[in-house]
């Protein structure tokens, strides 16, 4: 009778051990493992059920305090791998993007594909201002376009860039 209890929680404690070590390898996991790392970054205190709380405690007893900008970038390159992220340049002909641009194209994509909180992408402006390079899920590709062009027809420039601010 003993001996089937050691053994019943050495198998216990060999599952967790797994558990823990192992994880998944899904879209949805890395998706929910960058959006918390993401939280963290910010100060958030992540809402997790108590064996997510325990998984949480367990891994960080062995790994030690993780950093959560290279969680967040080992949890991107996942979700490259897996195809749900994609990298897209958006170019302007005779254009120049102004703040006005950058400050609505923003609000736009909140609005369209919600924050970070909730959803994982990202752009920056190209250095000469005639374009951006966006990190988004591969099936908003073409979203993402529909709302760049109409930005643009609103709120970019024609004028050389020296002469916008």
Not at 3 to 26: E, K, Q, R, T
Not at 108 to 128: D, M
Not at 130 to 158: M, Q
Request: charged fraction near 25%; proline fraction near 4%; hydrophobic fraction near 40%.
């Amino acid at each position: 009778m003993k001996g089937a209890a050691i053994i019943a929680a050495f198998a216990i404690l060999v599952g967790l051990g797994i558990w823990v070590i192992w994880p998944s390898d899904s879209v949805e996991f890395h998706k929910r493992q960058w959006l918390a790392a993401a939280g963290e970054l910010q100060g958030a205190k992540p809402n997790r059920s108590l064996l997510g709380q325990l998984r949480h405690e367990l891994s960080r007893r062995l790994r030690g305090r993780p950093d959560f900008d290279q969680v967040m970038r080992r949890h991107e390159s996942a979700l490259f791998r897996l195809s749900y992220l994609t990298k897209h340049d958006l170019f302007l002909t005779n254009q120049v993007l102004t703040r006005e641009f950058n400050s609505n194209f923003l609000v736009r994509l909140q609005q369209t594909f919600g924050t970070n909180g909730e959803a994982i992408w990202g752009y920056r402006s190209f250095t000469n201002r005639d374009g951006i390079h966006a990190t988004l899920p591969a099936k908003d590709r073409t979203r993402w376009e529909e709302v760049f062009r109409e930005c643009v027809e609103r709120y970019a420039s024609n004028l050389p860039p020296s002469a916008v601010q």
